[in-house]
């Protein structure tokens, strides 16, 4: 699997990794009925460096990297990974969230900070602990998932 | 004091207030040599509501609310609260801060989150603990404080 740089012609297959992702509105707490040019201005927007994970051609994975706050607080980074329909399970996340904490600790980043892990994410939430995040603050009742309800949101850090 | 929603006459005393807050660099995470133009249109973005608190025909104060994330994450409201230099220990912030958790409520937000109080911001941190605010979450190192260096962040979080 080789991780690179987002380029145009990849839009189509962010396209289709992100918006089903969207539409499904249980992990990420963005607009599920977002068009799917908002999405694509959302995933690669100018604050962002936005990365594919390709395999034989195919992508397979998508993620992005931006300052999680200005000033004072632009030394922690944020991500955010989706994975296609079908490729999960494959270890594609976890590359790509490896892959994002070289390249932060490359250019500079002090830590990373995911704002909003949906706690009923257990799939994810075990994978950032097993790479090193740690839960460093819960959001009680911060999510309303489409089936679940209001469940909790987690905050989770890794210095780097 | 009244607090009301901000006109576009309001315009140079939220700058007056917002700029030297920013440009201070201690409590907030904004790039603190913005323009003053980046200044109001970040703190008057189309995503906020944002009001003043006036005495006298004096604007003393403003705060902004937007929701701190979209999708099933909007029911939790964000807010950033500035007070005018000079009139500080009057009462000005707390006075916002009821409104907004009044405003919020009537808005059917369901809480109120905070996502990076610096945490030797000492004052802000009582006063928000004061008013029902926990600490749900602590960034290790998070923010570079111009003369402190590299110290906290903290997340704080109050259902409504």
Redesign the interface.
């Known amino acids: 699997m080789q991780i690179r740089r987002a380029q145009p012609a990849d839009e189509r297959a962010i396209a289709e990794i992100i918006v089903p992702t969207?539409r499904d509105?249980?992990t990420?707490?963005?607009?599920?009925e977002m068009t799917e040019a908002d999405a694509l201005l959302y995933w690669l927007s100018p604050d962002k460096e936005t990365f594919v994970a390709e395999d034989d051609g195919i992508i397979l994975g998508t993620y992005y990297m931006r300052p999680n706050?200005?000033?004072?607080?632009?030394?922690?980074c944020n991500c955010g990974y989706m994975t296609r329909a079908g490729a999960t399970g494959r270890g594609v996340a976890r590359a790509m969230c490896l892959h994002s904490l070289t390249h932060a600790r490359s250019g500079g980043y002090?830590?990373m900070?995911f704002?909003?892990v949906?706690a009923t994410n257990d799939r994810a939430v075990r994978l950032w602990q097993a790479l090193g995040f740690q839960i460093?603050?819960?959001?009680?009742?911060?999510?309303?998932?489409?089936i679940e309800g209001?469940v909790d949101?987690l905050?989770m850090?890794q210095?780097l």
Chains 1, 2 share one sequence.
Do not use: C, M
């Open positions: 969207i509105g249980t990420y707490s963005l607009d599920s706050q200005a000033g004072g607080g632009r030394y922690v002090r830590a900070q704002n909003f949906v460093v603050g819960r959001l009680e009742g911060a999510f309303q998932h489409p209001f949101a905050v850090y210095k």
